[in-house]
């Protein structure tokens, strides 16, 4: 079973990108996904959430706004579209499913990706 999260890279502070986290091993059409994101120096912070059938979302008051996460579960998929982005965003973004929302977002998670480098600069 493993996460592959992509699409990370060196943009300029304004670009907008979109990451993307694949399953393979198994469905993840029952679990609630989420991203987080550790920037260098800096504890694991949590990002979006979203549950197994895309019809609710869950963004911390620091991220609402420019950050949106949406699943093709067809695909076994996981994005986040990143708007605007500013040099505060540079981080190792990663991917992750649990349970429900709220496991997701109290980390109590049973599959973590492998991280996707975002480097924004100013």
């Known amino acids: 079973v493993q996460l592959q999260a992509s699409g990370g890279g060196l943009v300029q502070a304004g670009d907008s990108l979109r990451l993307s986290c694949t399953a393979s091993g198994r469905s993840f059409t029952n679990s609630a996904m989420g991203w987080f994101r550790q920037a260098p120096g800096k504890e694991r912070e949590f990002v979006a959430v979203i549950t197994g059938n895309g019809d609710n979302t869950y963004y911390p008051d620091s991220i609402k706004g420019r950050f949106t996460i949406a699943r093709d579960n067809a695909k076994n998929t996981l994005y986040l579209q990143i708007n605007s982005l500013k040099p505060e965003d540079t981080a190792v973004y990663y991917c992750?499913?649990?349970?429900?929302?709220?496991?997701?977002?109290?980390?109590?998670?049973?599959?973590w990706g492998q991280g996707t480098l975002v480097t924004v600069s100013s």
């Open positions: 992750a499913a649990g349970r429900s929302i709220t496991a997701v977002v109290n980390r109590q998670v049973g599959f």
